[in-house]
């Protein structure tokens, strides 16, 4: 007898016999693809679970850019950390948008990072905002919006100050003045300036 199963053999299989070998056949594919894709290491997301506060080391998170290339926030370490977080949806974030993106143009003359995380909105969405007002700066989605929880983003606008460390210098929610972000700039790198000494 042949024990080689056949496509046309089906239909001479009892029902639930050929139910389950389905079943199991979907299981297995399913399976395959779940653990083909990314390893464990890189998931999408929270990586640590400390709170986001002032004084605390800025919990690290892995989420994709707008090229759907992953980013986390401890790959600027060395360099403080302007972390603003925004959405498509929300008025005062538009309003606010063009101070870190002007900002950003200067970082690279100073040494810091604008950081962007859009959160409780969609890829598309983002996309449409990032290209309308020209954003530059690197920009990652969380859609799900885990890290905006973990960083306790009740609603964005809300910007976090880091230092080079990694240390959360302030916390400023809502949206923010152009003074307010040259004060708080100021702040993390004459703070970076001095421990460098």
Known sequence: MNSK?????????????????????????????????????T????????????????????????????????????RPVVLNFFASWCGPCLTELPLPQAAHLNAAHHGYVIFGVATQDNRGAIEILAED??????????GDNSVGRAYRVIGPPYTFFIDANGIVMDVIPGAIKWDTLNQHLDKLLNKDNADAV
């Open 5 to 41: 199963f056949r496509l046309s053999n089906l239909g001479t299989l009892p029902i639930r016999s050929a139910i389950g070998l389905l079943s199991g056949v979907c299981c297995l594919l399913l399976a395959t693809l779940l653990t083909s894709g990314t390893p464990a290491s």
């Open 43 to 78: 998931e999408l997301g929270m990586l640590e679970s400390r709170a986001a506060a002032a004084g605390n080391e800025a919990p690290d998170f892995l989420l994709k850019d707008l090229d759907r290339k992953p980013i986390r926030l401890s790959d600027f370490r060395g």
């Open 133 to 142: 007002i020209q954003l530059t700066f690197p920009v990652v989605i969380d």
